[in-house]
């Protein structure tokens, strides 16, 4: 049973394979993350374990028995009782609910854990499974995102209250 974990420095060499096997499949929907990431990939995941320390930002990977990741899952930039949630799953995974049943857990996390009362998500125009995944994890649209938040590309941003949702929304 794959588990959600909070990220620590172990997870590197793991992270970096998710992010290397699942590149081109990432780039098809999103930015890609480019050479220099992963040739800076261990200064980077450093960099993300101290934002992490520092309180701004909790990130997250879905672990699989056999300790392959299956995904990220973030939430950056609080401020107010409000963070920003960016995730992507393993293309094998993709469409199996994997990505909506984490985004539900994380919900609840963020509250319980984090203390945060509302989430916010953006996804381009293009990514129909991260609308329905956020549509499915009780986020609603609220407005246009802006295009150089999304690598040059239209979008929404989509926003859930934690204290007004129950943390289960059940599945559709």
């Known amino acids: ?13 793991a992270v970096l394979a998710f992010e290397l096997v699942n590149r081109a499949y990432f780039a098809a929907s999103i930015s890609d993350r480019g050479d220099e990431y992963f040739d800076h990939f261990t200064d980077r995941h ?8 520092a309180g701004i930002c909790a990130f997250y990977v879905l672990v699989a028995e056999d300790g392959s990741v299956l995904g990220r ?13 960016g995730y992507r799953v393993a293309q094998h995974v993709a469409g199996r609910g994997v990505a909506t049943a984490t985004v539900r857990e994380l919900c609840r996390l963020a509250a319980a854990r984090h203390g945060l009362r509302t989430l916010r998500a953006a996804t381009t ?7 329905n995944v956020l549509t499915k994890a009780g986020f609603a649209p609220v407005g246009p995102a802006d295009p150089a938040d999304l690598g040059g590309k ?3 941003w989509y ?3 934690l204290e007004a949702q129950p943390c289960e929304v059940p599945p559709s």
């Open 1 to 13: 049973m794959p588990e959600l974990k909070r990220l620590h420095a172990g997870h590197a060499p």
């Open 46 to 53: 450093g960099a993300l374990l101290a934002e992490q320390e």
């Open 73 to 85: 899952f973030n939430l950056y930039d609080f401020v107010d009782g409000t963070a920003t949630l």
């Open 125 to 131: 125009h293009g990514n129909a499974a991260s609308r």
């Open 154 to 156: 239209p979008g929404t």
């Open 159 to 161: 926003q859930r209250d």
